[in-house]
């Protein structure tokens, strides 16, 4: 028995496995999510607000605030910053936009010594593809039966 | 000769030299005062990390064959293998060198395998000089097998670190005052392990059956070596090995040493240790064989254990084979214990 | 200003905070016991976003938190379905095209900035 049938014979070397698993923190964990990610909101709202006094609103004062934070999680991105609030923050820095820009940017960083073309270019949506494709999908899906409804 | 899959050398080839190049992680660590070179750098002054990793395993296999006091010319052939596709490392730092190369892929039990050839090669008289060598680079491996390194995601707690460095050491027929008395063949194991995070699991069967036959086949009990040391099964993995000894009755908890568990100075960030090409021929090649050339380790049994995985088989889902090869030392210096 | 709505502004980033945060920890939680790497969990929340939205139940949400709802991933699902359904309204070929319009900024500043850190900087090796 090899690979995959393996894993019906040994299932008690994989349960004694688990077991061994050291613990995850949960309550560390969700904590510095909460943080990390609430103040990326609050700091949003911010700008929101600031935006807003300017003059800014609707779709134009949404998209604005989008870009400013995607251009801040690329700009710490290339300091080489973001990775280390993620190791500590976790789901805090993945979920928020700039974790979207972080997963843009790290990827174009990563494979520029393959070329300009097929490694920053085409890696660059490594991750953010995924997201994109089916950001796009869904979308098309909603508004198609939202159409005939 | 040969028993079961055991190899006994009958010439005892020598672990003539040998040397070690690690990063400024490694430097920290145990092997700090022992390797060669320490990379103030990870770069090495390249302009890749593919090329930094070429460079420090090119810089080991020289220096190794310097301190020899051998030429390129004095060496038959150098074994030598990485965790890069097509083992880049290897076969680029080959072209800095005269002599042929055998370009060899067993993961991160590459040190090992290649040691237990060069020896075989060295034994059978075809060769009197091989070089056997290895490497890694922590900025190259995570970008092969994981994320790129700006991605801001967290390391779940059973992973291990991949370790810059590379370690040479070149095997002869006649000079040194190590020598390699017997190796065991490793047979690829897997047990379903399919978490790429959790090597040490998947690895700790590969190296419990290879020294399990190693000792039957030469009929030897764990309190005969100073040391068994294994590759980078990590802090989890050791300790699954040492329950998977203990299960067949082999007690190796005295004198057990892993290479991942020891390489760095605090297991924290690094979570379970070092992992690597790099690990196991980093600490051989400074710290375990100074220490053996003083005659402080009299017979040591070392099996590097290899997770012979690739993005593609573990995106499809499939489980983990691995494998160790082990090689037997023996010190013959003065003064051994 | 009146303190009333300096009350009202402050209320609204506790507000942002709290919904903002609370939606990470879900997040957090699914990784934690599921152990989804980063680009999926990106992947469910923002299908998770336009789901939402198409049943009407995320614009109560953005109205409540205001950026706490529209800064996470979630958001650009919401921006996404959002603008499929306001483009549905007026014709076949806004239905379908409406949701990347929406999204465009958000997409373009990612590979423009990128494109451009891209340029300026190298990848450092991580010690710890």
Not at chain 3, 52 to 66: I, R, S, W
Request: contains cysteine; proline residues 2%.
């Amino acid at each position: 028995m090899t690979g995959k049938n393996a894993q019906n014979c040994n299932n008690n070397y994989l349960k004694y496995v688990r077991a061994l698993d050291p613990p995850t923190k949960h309550f560390k964990n969700c904590l510095a999510a909460f943080g990390v990610g609430g103040l990326i909101c609050t700091i949003g709202q911010f700008l929101r607000y600031m935006l807003e006094y300017a003059g800014l609103s609707g779709d134009e004062l949404a998209g604005t605030v989008s870009v400013i934070l995607i251009f801040f999680g690329c700009l710490l991105t290339g300091f080489g910053v973001y990775d280390r609030i993620g190791r500590h923050a976790g789901a805090g820095s993945i979920v928020p936009i700039t974790g979207f820009a972080n997963s843009v940017t790290s990827p174009a960083i990563e494979f520029r010594t393959e070329g300009y073309i097929y490694g920053t270019a085409a890696k660059m949506f490594n991750v953010a593809g995924a997201i994109i494709v089916y950001g796009v999908f869904s979308g098309v899906i909603v508004g198609i039966i939202y159409y005939f409804l | 000769m040969k028993k079961g899959n055991t190899l006994f050398f009958k010439t005892r080839p020598r672990v003539r030299s040998y040397a070690a190049i690690c990063g400024s992680k490694e430097k920290e660590g145990v092997i700090g005062n022992y390797a060669d070179i320490t990379l103030s750098d990870d770069m090495y002054g390249e302009s890749t990390y593919e090329k930094a990793e070429c460079k420090m395993l090119s810089g080991a296999i020289s220096l190794a064959v310097e301190k020899g006091g051998l030429t390129d010319c004095d060496i038959d052939a150098m074994l030598s293998g990485d965790l890069l596709n097509q083992i880049i490392s290897a076969s680029f730092a080959a072209r800095d060198f005269e002599f042929p190369f055998l370009g060899l892929y067993s993961a991160c039990s590459t040190m090992s395998e290649s040691m237990l050839l060069s020896a075989a090669l060295v034994d059978s008289g075809f060769a009197c000089n091989c070089v056997a060598a290895t490497g890694s680079h922590f900025a190259s491996a995570e970008r092969q097998y994981r994320y790129p390194l700006e991605l801001g995601c967290t390391r779940p707690p059973q992973s291990q670190w991949t370790v810059t460095g590379a370690g040479a050491c070149v095997i002869s027929d006649a000079v040194g005052k190590i020598a390699i008395t017997s190796a065991t063949l490793g047979r690829v194991r897997d047990w379903g392990v399919t978490d790429v995070n959790n090597m040490g699991a998947a690895m700790a069967p590969a190296a419990a059956d290879t020294i399990m036959r190693h000792f039957k086949d030469t009929g030897t009990k764990p309190e005969d070596y100073d040391m068994i040391i294994t590759g980078d099964l990590g802090a989890l993995g050791s300790r699954i090995l040492k329950d998977l000894m203990w299960e067949k009755s082999y007690d190796i908890s005295s004198n057990h040493v892993d290479c991942g568990e020891i390489i760095y100075k605090v297991i924290e960030d690094e979570f379970q240790g070092g992992s690597g090409a790099g690990c196991s021929a980093v600490v051989m090649n400074s710290y375990v064989f100074t220490k053996m050339n003083a005659g402080l380790y009299k017979k040591v049994l070392f099996a590097a254990t290899g997770a012979l995985l690739s993005t593609v088989s573990s995106g499809q889902g499939e489980s983990i084979p691995c494998i160790s090869h082990a090689v037997e030392l023996e010190s013959l210096a003065a003064g051994a214990q | 200003m009146p303190t009333e709505k300096i009350l009202e502004i402050l209320f609204m980033y506790f507000k942002a905070f709290a919904v903002g945060g609370a939606i990470c920890v879900i997040a957090q939680i699914i990784i934690n016991i599921t152990s989804l790497t980063s680009g999926k969990i990106l992947v469910f929340f923002m299908l998770g976003g336009v789901v939402l939205t198409a049943l009407g139940l995320y614009q109560p949400l953005v109205d409540f938190a205001g950026a706490g709802a529209t800064v996470p991933i979630s958001g650009f699902g919401y921006l996404l379905a959002n603008g499929a359904i306001k483009g549905a309204e007026k014709g076949f070929f806004y239905a379908v095209t409406g949701s990347l319009t929406a999204a465009s900024a958000g997409v373009t500043a990612a590979v423009v900035f990128s494109f451009i850190m891209s340029l300026l900087f190298h990848s450092k090796t991580k010690r710890n």
